[in-house]
């Protein structure tokens, strides 16, 4: 990509904007048409982070010990995350910690005992803080997050006894293979499966090393060494700080297996310490041919598009193995790779092109278009993963390691299932969920959801005219994705609400949010394209 | 202690029985119910021609070893020896050891008990309306450990990865790896549209979408807990206008040259077309409460509008019918029995709800349930909890099963035999395919079909593992 590239108009700026963030409202499209997309998003690199979860919790209050025992509840995770998707300055940074949490999965779901939030807001950190940095760095603090680690049993996973025959737990060794770096098939540079002779794709890892590797990941413990302890007069047992959440969980050399460890052609020898073991371990999946075009098709898949061509991948998998000062794992060369490729910026095809809008970006790009704000600074948003009553998706929820929808979901007998297309985003659509989306669409875009409520504050001004309205909302939250058919349609339907210049905010709010249910309810908007 | 529940006991034996015993507990109402059973049973209508398939799925692998555990004092001592902090002390399992209708001598003349939480299915396996079948699991064709551990996988041939979650979870589903497009629920479906009024109403899932219930030509329909949802706004928008409503109508709903957005506005036609009638024909269903259940359980929510649904099915001109429901967080590596517990008393409570619905309705005998997980666990421990193994043991459920009995081959309690490979993983002596053959001749798959169900049938000698 030539490096000043711009947008030639608005519409390319707000596909480019919607796919690099959440939202595209008009000073970011003004900003990204003068800068280009290189100096976009170098400046989005360098900007400063938002308030961290955790921060945010401790200034929201929802740190205090009380006699209710909120340092149980988990609800404030959800409110944590919401805040940080819908109200965090660093929102391409935001986005892209979106992204990563659906390839590194942690759910809030499973997380139980003291601060459950503070547990996500550490996790959540992990991956803002690096999203824009290494991905060798990434793994490691991935690996050495408490949340991982109550998430996928590194935190208390002890070596092997012979004596009682207990074994290290596998399961993190097994997806930090299976998902988090190789996947399950060799791959060739542009993604596609490396075939043995007889033209079966060919296994990257075995049964044996699973069980070697699981040995790396033995002795680790939540760190309590910074952690101080409050006496409270309902519990008999003290309430601990949230600093064990933050902290990296800590090796304790007598419950590490100090048994040698091959896997993958790479040796561990007998008696490595266990921090040497982590490193070469993670240095050894780190350096797999497979992690770029793995990671990378699926960073694609997020932000662009679900079947991008081999040579797509190809290239943001090179961007990964060679930054082009010959740093490997540089993500802002990836995000750069993944958002510039040629392919990215062409028209889509268009029977297939583009993906299935997740529910949490448009909910999340909504906001962020019109303007919300929590009356209470509170942020009230819950667990949306109910699909008949929600959005069937909420960040940090994913019901399983393997994320609300797989890379390779085919819509079963489904015209793009005929095509051999992939549509990861269909796994959580259904005749339930449909519906369901919309029925909360109608609520949440016009009263709010919780104490966060829209404001709709730059648009008031041209509500009594629908043509406006539909123009507005067609290029900020769809690009202009919409048909003159689509929008003529919006247009009448905006119109017989009769809206004037002098009709109050709340009617014309009635105008606004009526238009925004359409638009978001119509596949032209549904399919990011 | 045998027989402590037989359909020949009067429901007050059955109560002073159970007071004497005080070992029912919580499943005592559902023992003094099946006594009557057989009465209500015999009342149904006959000629309702009506089958369902219910599949329960256990995402994550359930952990089978501490699900039916031996007791017997030899195979009880290895097990506790194997699996150390997890396993359970013998006199906790006192209460639910199972009791054969009919003495069968198993491996090793291992007795089980099922888990101290699972009263209620300990109840229906001893009044005959639940079967086990033993170590169950993905195979090609039948394979020992030999031919598991032989290099020549042309002639071996193993399914695709083992131990692997979403890849097993496919495999119990569609006997094929991620990506698969198409279940034996699916395939049952594809034999039985045309015997239903509403072809859509073939295959149901309560849960998320799954592959187990996509046939060739049978779509998968999704219902929630409370029913079909209606697109609110379409029907009414309490501040905006009819014409709001009626664009919104038109706009999720128009075809499109795009395949993504044409398949969003098949979904939300499908999603239009069948809300009135299903929440039309559920409205008419009048159905005891799944009472008692605790306030949150997600299982016996979904099976609760199974039942419901099925007890639509002359309204809905419903003859034959799959369904799918599932439970989330089976993966216990660790704090196993603490979640197991709590899981595992979830299946039992709903299980147990759902065959006393179908009591309720008059069709328990034409209603067979059964369990599926992604993989049995290791029967080693690491520490709190265990891995991810293969074979397990599962449940069917129904007044058509021949239940009160084992089905299938009682692996060792052990780690060194010829049937687990390593750490107690078990080496499935039945396959996916038997046990789904079982369940497809029962919902009236003839033999010459079979095989395009399962199209690796053809391996296993044995078809009909008869227990329903």
Not at chain 1, 67 to 73: I, R
Not at chain 1, 97 to 108: G, K, R
Request: net charge negative; hydrophobic share 40%; with cysteine.
């Amino acid at each position: 990509m030539a490096d000043d590239l711009a947008p030639s108009n608005d519409t390319e700026a707000a596909r480019f904007l919607l796919r690099a963030k959440f939202s595209a409202p008009p000073a970011d499209i003004a900003e990204l048409r003068q800068l280009g997309y290189r100096g976009w998003l170098d400046r989005q690199f360098a900007s400063p982070r938002g308030q961290t979860g955790a921060e945010w919790l401790d200034a929201a209050g929802y740190g205090a010990i009380t006699e209710k025992g909120e340092y149980f509840w988990p609800q404030f995770g959800d409110h944590m995350i919401w805040n940080q998707l819908l109200a965090q300055p660093d929102e391409m940074r935001q986005r892209a910690a979106f992204a990563l949490s659906q390839f590194f999965v942690v759910s809030l779901n499973p997380i139980d005992g003291f601060w459950p939030p503070y547990v996500m807001a550490a996790w959540w950190d992990v991956l803002t803080r690096n999203a824009f940095g290494n991905f060798r760095t990434l793994l490691e603090e991935v690996t050495l997050n408490t949340g991982m680690g109550m998430y996928l049993n590194t935190k208390g996973n002890l070596k092997e006894d012979p004596a009682t025959g207990r074994q290290p737990d596998e399961n993190y060794a097994r997806e930090i293979m299976q998902l988090f770096t190789i996947g399950l098939y060799e791959l060739n540079p542009d993604g596609t499966p490396r075939l043995d002779p007889a033209g079966k794709p060919i296994e990257t890892y075995t049964q044996d090393d699973v069980t070697n590797l699981s040995r790396v990941f033995t002795g680790y413990d939540r760190d309590m060494s910074q952690v101080t302890r409050t006496t409270v007069a309902w519990l008999d047992y003290p309430v601990p700080s949230t600093d064990f959440c933050r902290d990296p969980m800590v090796l304790d050399p007598a419950n590490h297996s100090a048994l040698q460890v091959d896997f993958l052609g790479a040796h561990i020898p007998e008696g490595t310490d266990g921090k040497a073991a982590l490193a070469q371990a993670l240095d050894h999946l780190f350096a797999h041919p497979n992690v770029g075009p793995f990671f990378g098709h699926q960073m694609i898949q997020r932000l662009v598009t679900s079947n991008p061509s081999p040579s797509y991948v190809g290239r943001v998998a090179a961007a990964f193995a060679d930054n082009g000062s010959g740093v490997r794992g540089d993500l802002r060369a990836v995000w750069t790779a993944v958002l510039t490729d040629p392919e990215a910026l062409a028209p889509s095809d268009p029977a297939i092109g583009g993906k299935l809008r997740e529910p949490v970006a448009r909910y999340a790009g909504w906001a962020r278009t019109v303007g919300v704000a929590s009356e209470g600074g509170k942020w009230n948003i819950f667990d949306l993963s109910n699909s008949g009553k929600s959005l069937g998706q909420s960040p940090l929820r994913s019901p399983s390691v393997f994320n609300f929808f797989r890379p390779g979901y085919v819509p079963p007998h489904t015209a793009i299932a005929e095509t051999g297309a992939v549509a990861p985003e269909f796994q959580i659509a259904n005749e339930t969920s449909i519906a369901g989306y919309t029925n909360f669409l109608q609520w949440a875009i016009r009263w709010g959801y919780g104490d966060v409520k829209p404001s709709y504050a730059t648009m008031l001004a041209f509500a009594h005219e629908p043509k406006e309205v539909v123009r507005w909302l067609n290029l900020h939250l769809a690009a202009d994705q919409l048909s003159p058919e689509s929008c003529a349609l919006i247009e009448g339907a905006v119109a017989s609400l009769g809206v004037t210049v002098d009709s109050d905010d709340a009617q014309k709010t009635n105008a606004l949010a009526s238009a925004c249910l359409l638009v978001m309810s119509a596949p032209e908007y549904l399919v990011q394209k | 202690m045998t027989g402590i529940v037989t359909e020949s006991l009067t429901r007050r034996a059955m109560m002073r029985r159970a007071a004497q015993l005080g070992v029912l507990g919580a499943a005592a109402p559902l023992a003094i119910e099946l006594t009557s059973a057989a009465e209500a049973a015999a009342q149904a209508s006959s000629g309702d021609d009506y089958r369902a398939l219910v599949c329960v799925f256990l995402y994550g692998g359930n952990d089978h070893a501490n699900t039916l555990v031996p007791y017997d004092r030899a195979n009880h001592a290895r097990y506790a020896a194997i699996r150390g902090s997890v396993a359970f002390r013998r006199e906790l399992l006192k209460d639910t050891v199972l009791e054969p209708r009919v003495a069968q001598t198993l491996t090793d003349d291992q007795q089980f008990a099922l888990a101290p939480y699972c009263p209620r299915l300990k109840v229906l396996f001893d009044s005959g309306k639940a079967a086990v079948q033993l170590n169950v699991g993905a195979l090609v064709a039948p394979l020992t450990l030999a031919q598991y551990n032989s290099p020549d996988r042309a002639k071996n041939p193993l399914p695709p990865k083992l131990f692997s979650h979403n890849d097993q979870q496919s495999f119990w589903q569609a006997l094929g790896s991620e990506g698969s497009t198409i279940g034996w629920g699916g395939r049952l479906g594809d034999l039985a549209l045309s015997s239903n009024e509403q072809a859509l109403l073939t295959c149901i899932s309560a849960s998320g979408n799954a592959v187990f219930v996509s046939g060739r030509d049978a779509l998968q329909y999704q219902i929630s807990p409370e029913g079909a949802i209606p697109f609110r706004p379409v029907k009414h928008m309490p501040w905006a206008t009819p014409a709001v409503s009626a664009a919104l109508e038109q706009l999720v709903t128009r075809p499109s040259a795009h395949l993504f957005e044409n398949e969003l506005a098949l979904l939300a036609r499908r999603s239009m077309a069948m809300e009135g009638v299903v929440n039309g024909a559920l409205d008419k269903v009048t159905l005891a409460p799944f009472d008692p259940v605790p306030d949150r359980n997600p299982l016996a929510d979904q099976l609760e509008i199974v039942a419901r649904l099925i007890g639509a099915r002359r309204e809905l001109g419903s003859t034959r019918q799959v369904f799918f429901v599932s439970l989330d967080e089976f993966d216990h590596h660790n704090d196993l029995p603490a979640k197991h517990a709590r899981l595992m008393a979830q299946v039992d409570e709903a299980i147990a709800a759902f065959y006393r619905a179908t009591v309720e309705l008059g069709v328990a005998q034409q209603v067979t349930t059964f369990t599926a997980s992604d993989f049995g666990r290791t029967l080693v421990s690491n520490a709190d909890g265990s891995d991810h193994g293969w074979g397990s043991h599962h449940f069917v459920v129904g007044g058509a099963v021949r239940g009160g009995r084992y089905y299938g081959t009682a692996p060792h309690m052990s780690l060194e035999t010829e049937d687990q490979v390593g750490q107690g993983r078990l080496l499935p002596s039945t396959a996916i395919d038997q046990y789904a053959a079982t369940l497809a001749s029962w919902f009236g798959v003839p033999d010459s079909e079979m095989a395009t169900v399962l199209p690796n049938i053809g391996n296993f000698a044995t078809r009909n593992l008869g227990f329903v």
